[in-house]
């Protein structure tokens, strides 16, 4: 059973913009901090953003801080990656996580690239 979605990836020149979107099937959104995190070929996945329960909180990876911005919409079991300024070394397959329950989404792919 599906749990995360995730949509909004695709291709896109240096310095554009995407946004990310990962819905939620079920009533554990509410209750579950919620990240992004990412796949580069050949690495490691790695934390990108993270967000609290009520959106109090938010972290970022050094690597993109001042250009992603995590949101979320509890209302719509909805968690949103906006990205600005986007950078070739942002290519990667972009997962969403929820902590507890741990879920994982399918990934969607972002390419940076002219």
């Known amino acids: 059973q599906v749990q995360l979605v995730e949509s909004g990836g695709g291709l896109v020149q240096p310095g554009g913009s995407l946004r990310l979107s990962c819905v939620a099937a079920?009533?554990?959104?509410?209750?579950?901090?919620m990240a992004w995190y990412r796949q580069a070929p050949g690495k490691q996945r790695e934390l990108v953003a993270r967000?609290?329960?009520?959106?109090?909180?938010?972290n970022y990876a050094d690597s993109v801080k001042g250009r992603f911005a995590i949101l979320r919409d509890n209302a719509k079991n909805t968690v949103y990656l906006q990205m600005n300024s986007l950078k070739p070394e942002d290519t990667a397959v972009y997962y969403c996580?929820?902590?507890?329950?741990?879920?994982w989404g399918q990934g969607t792919q972002v390419t940076v690239s002219s």
């Open positions: 079920g009533s554990f959104f509410s209750f579950a901090a």
């Open positions: 996580n929820s902590e507890r329950p741990s879920y």
């Open positions: 967000i609290t329960v009520g959106g109090g909180v938010r």
